[in-house]
């Protein structure tokens, strides 16, 4: 019997010590979830331009980058596809910066100009917690993003559906 019990404290003690090896400290962590979301986008360049976005955000799970898009609807419509890096500030919350493209052409400009042109996208993600519910808002700033020459720079925000 005692054998028995010396047996079972063995174990129980390297199992243990087996655990604590798993166990790390809590950090933030990117805030997780793809997502779908549709909001208001305002334009400043071209005089003010009002209009509406559709974004979309593709969460990678094991690196804390985002693909994201945005479809900008004012006076004319443009996609700006991005690649993020996000930056975990809690576990509900990430700000980011993204670098990727405006998709624009016409005569007539969108809420981040006519024409195609490199751009760069800081933003914020917050999940609302116990929900599939995300708020996002982001700038967008448009190189180059006229004909004529000229910077483009547009905020939009709105309310997303997790995935």
Same mark, same amino acid.
């Given at each position: ?65 985002? %693909?994201? =898009?945005?479809?900008?609807? +004012?006076?004319?419509? !443009? &996609?700006?596809?991005? $690649?993020?890096?996000? #930056? ?54 448009? %190189?180059? =993003?006229?004909?004529?020459? +000229?910077?483009?720079? !547009? &905020?939009?925000?709105? $309310?997303?559906?997790? #995935?």
């Amino acid at each position: 019997m005692k054998c028995l019990q010396y047996l079972v404290s063995v174990i129980l003690a390297g199992s243990l010590l087996g655990f604590t090896q798993f166990v790390q400290p809590a950090k933030a962590q990117v805030a997780y979830g793809s997502y779908v979301g549709v909001g208001p986008t305002v334009g400043f360049s071209d005089g003010v331009q009002a209009g509406g976005v559709l974004a979309f955000r593709y969460k990678l799970l094991k690196v804390p980058v985002s %693909f994201r =898009a945005q479809a900008l609807i +004012g006076q004319s419509t !443009a &996609v700006v596809p991005t $690649v993020s890096y996000d #930056f975990p500030i809690n576990w509900q919350t990430d700000a980011y910066l993204g670098a990727g493209v405006v998709l624009a052409g016409g005569s007539t400009p969108s809420p981040v100009g006519n024409q195609i042109s490199f751009a760069l996208q800081p933003g914020v993600d917050y999940i609302i917690p116990n929900s599939n519910t995300v708020i996002f808002g982001n700038a967008i700033i448009a %190189f180059d =993003a006229f004909r004529d020459g +000229g910077t483009a720079f !547009a &905020v939009q925000g709105g $309310v997303g559906l997790r #995935f």
